[in-house]
T-cell receptor, first 117, second 109 residues
Framework: ETGVTQTPRHLVMGMTNKKSLKCEQH?????MYWYKQSAKKPLELMFV???????ENNSVPSRFSPECPNSSHLFLHLHTLQPEDSALYLC????????????????FGPGTRLTVT | GQNIDQPTEMTATEGAIVQINCTYQ??????LFWYQQHAGEAPTFLSY??LDGLEEKGRFSSFLSRSKGYSYLLLKELQMKDSASYLC??????????WGAGTKLIIKP
């Protein structure tokens, strides 16, 4: 496997279900991110982890719970979601989070298309 | 608040040149990114500007003016495969990316 992988690619869940999204990066990066992408809206940053420590939580509802067991893996645990949570959930990684002169561009996984019924 | 503005949609002809503009108002500035996203796929990195001026990379160039809060992505010799959404993002004072909604570029033969 190369780059950033995500599983599952598609997920349909009811509002009372509990599920988890998995992300794995094979790039040796130190930072990982969860984004939500809804149609015709900007990417919404949900969580940032740097060296396995959470550094950003942008007022995300508690029904989304991240977990970063090591620098290569990132999970997003989902429970009691709402229909408006249906979206594409993207995972990304970068060498680091900071530094202006260094781009530290983010590499994205293919995403999980989540539908909440 | 923080804001990134870019046109929603643009149309261009194969072989032509197109310029996609991006204006931003953010709390701090630590670089500007352009990403390409084909329908149903992940965004992929195109370019990075942190100093004023033009960065050229093959058929794609990106320009930045920090004093004007403005950038553009220039695509030359357009090909059908360039049909995609182009996302502008600014890294703010907290080193987090603030994203625009993207510009959908349609290439016609």
């Amino acid at each position: 496997e190369t780059g950033v992988t995500q599983t599952p690619r598609h997920l349909v869940m009811g509002m009372t279900n509990k599920k988890s999204l998995k992300c794995e990066q094979h790039l040796g990066h130190n930072a990982m991110y969860w984004y939500k992408q809804s149609a015709k809206k900007p990417l919404e940053l949900m969580f940032v982890y740097s060296l396995e420590e959470r550094v950003e939580n942008n007022s995300v509802p508690s029904r989304f719970s991240p977990e970063c067991p090591n620098s290569s893996h990132l999970f997003l645990h989902l429970h009691t979601l709402q229909p408006e949570d249906s979206a594409l959930y993207l995972c990304a990684s970068s060498q680091d989070t900071g530094g202006a002169l260094s781009s530290y561009e983010q590499y994205f996984g293919p995403g999980t298309r989540l539908t909440v019924t | 608040g923080q804001n990134i503005d870019q046109p929603t949609e643009m149309t261009a002809t194969e072989g032509a040149i197109v310029q996609i503009n991006c204006t931003y108002q953010t709390s701090g500035f630590n670089g500007l990114f352009w990403y390409q996203q084909h329908a149903g796929e992940a965004p992929t990195f195109l370019s990075y500007n942190v100093l004023d001026g033009l960065e050229e990379k093959g058929r794609f160039s990106s320009f930045l003016s920090r004093s004007k809060g403005y950038s553009y992505l220039l695509l030359k010799e357009l090909q059908m495969k360039d049909s995609a959404s182009y996302l502008c993002a600014v890294r703010d004072s907290n080193y987090q990316l603030i994203w625009g909604a993207g510009t959908k570029l349609i290439i016609k033969p």
